[in-house]
């Protein structure tokens, strides 16, 4: 199976400066269709799981555009180019291209 | 717009099952998988296993192979996950997310019901 890691695991932030979290697997994620199978995802407090990114850097709908992923093969890379203070919450890459999809631990942020 | 609706909060018993429910509401389940997705407190999220309604194909975690049924009612487009022999461990919130496997166009579990919490205690 696919082992999906962060770092770090907790990110103390400040609004309006630059956050960055890291996600690595221990196995390719580039399809040979040479698309990346990695999202991200945001849990806010007592919320269900969002999704903000997929295929490593195509972001959602509706997804601001404050919110980048770029990446290839096992080392991927969320940034937040200003963080505002409703993005705090636990930040979660999970890979999609083999089954079963595994999910990284998970990065808590905080102001 | 499309969403999902889970059944409500459970309390079992240890060696009990849990059935819990996601109906999906805006859209069909033609060539859309419904995935299952747990929260563990203090775990993150951890994936159980999907099914894709349309063929009937259900892919689980080997973690769960042997606990865990997923089904599909096609007819109410509502999506059912049990896990059998409860444990205190299984505690968590459970949930559904659409997931496009199947479609050929993959973008990203979107969207999640709102969770189902499982409370499991003697």
């Known amino acids: 199976d696919v082992v999906m890691t962060q770092f770090p695991l907790s990110l103390p932030v400040s609004p309006g400066e630059p956050a960055s979290i890291s996600c690595r697997s221990n196995?390719?994620?580039?399809?040979?269709?040479?698309?990346?199978?990695l999202d991200w995802y945001l849990q806010k407090p007592g919320k269900s799981p969002q999704l903000l990114i997929f295929?490593?850097?195509h972001r959602a709908s509706g997804v601001p555009d404050r919110f980048s992923g770029s990446g290839s093969g096992t080392e991927f890379t969320l940034e937040i180019s200003r963080v505002e203070a409703e993005d705090v919450g636990v930040y979660y890459c999970m890979q999609a291209l083999q089954t079963p999809p595994a999910f990284g631990p998970g990065t808590k942020v905080h102001i | 717009q499309v969403q999902l609706v889970q059944s409500g909060a459970e309390v079992k018993k240890p060696g009990s099952s849990v059935k819990v429910s996601c109906k999906v509401s805006?859209?069909?389940?033609?060539?859309?998988?419904i995935t299952w997705v747990r929260e563990v407190p203090g775990q993150g999220l951890e994936w159980m296993g999907r099914i894709l309604p349309i063929v009937r194909r259900v892919d689980q975690s080997p973690k769960f192979q042997g606990r865990v049924t997923i089904t599909a009612d096609k007819s109410t487009s509502t999506a059912y996950m049990e896990l059998n022999r409860l444990r205190p461990e299984d505690t968590a919130v459970y949930f559904c997310?659409?997931?496009?496997?199947?479609?050929?166009?993959?973008?990203?579990?979107?969207?999640w019901g709102q969770g189902t919490p499982v409370m499991v205690s003697s």
């Open positions: 196995q390719s994620l580039l399809h040979s269709n040479r698309y990346n199978y």
């Open positions: 295929l490593a850097s």
């Open positions: 805006g859209d069909t389940f033609r060539n859309y998988a």
């Open positions: 997310a659409r997931d496009p496997k199947g479609s050929g166009n993959y973008i990203g579990l979107d969207p």
